[in-house]
């Protein structure tokens, strides 16, 4: 069975990979809106052993969800809206070319947590991809919480981390601050996005 997971290059994402692994034919996948390329998660894919795909994203949902963060002030709705697209993207199935591997796809993951307020997939709109494009929609971390996927990385992965501005990842939050900053400036970027840690996978154990 093939399953379409959207991948960053964390840690997260990488660990959601490696639950289904034992199940599932497992290509790992990252949207882009053409703002930055997708090459550092390409290359943590290939350390943990995944085949990766790049998936075109509609450029107008990056622009929706910029504004929103700016009219917010913080990046939590916004970032929801593009998640929610790429699942319902990747799930619709139509990037699949004969080149990938891929034969039918038969569910689409995400890494998300048990503890994340943002992005997650509420049971509604999981049951609405399902109905509507044929596949499961998987979210093995959705039980686990912080600590235990700290300590599960830690067990199995070769992690990076740091700076959220500075670790190359390819996940919405580069994009978006990109076409932020062009928009709005650098201080824009500063106000609507806290300073966080990111991680990027570097290879396994």
Known sequence: MDCALLYSGGKDSTLAALLLDPFYDVTLVSGS?????TEPARESASAV??????????????????????????????????????????ARGDWVTETDGIGSLAAVADGTRRDDRVPTIERPLAQSVEDRFDVDYLAP?????????????????????GPSAEIPKADYEVELR????????????????PEHTQSRVCGLQ
Do not use: K, W
Request: charged share 30%; glycine share 10%.
């Open 33 to 37: 809106f053409g703002v930055r390329d």
């Open 49 to 90: 052993g995944f085949d990766h795909v790049t998936v075109d994203l509609d450029p107008d949902v990056a622009h929706e969800a910029v504004e929103e963060m700016h009219d917010d002030g913080y990046p939590r709705n916004g970032i929801q809206r593009v998640h929610e697209h790429a699942v319902e993207t990747v």
């Open 141 to 161: 971390l959705a039980g686990i919480g912080r600590g235990a996927v700290d300590a599960m990385a830690a067990d199995r992965l070769v992690v990076e981390s």
């Open 178 to 193: 990109a076409i932020l900053r062009d928009r709005y400036g650098e201080e824009a970027v500063a106000d609507v996005f």
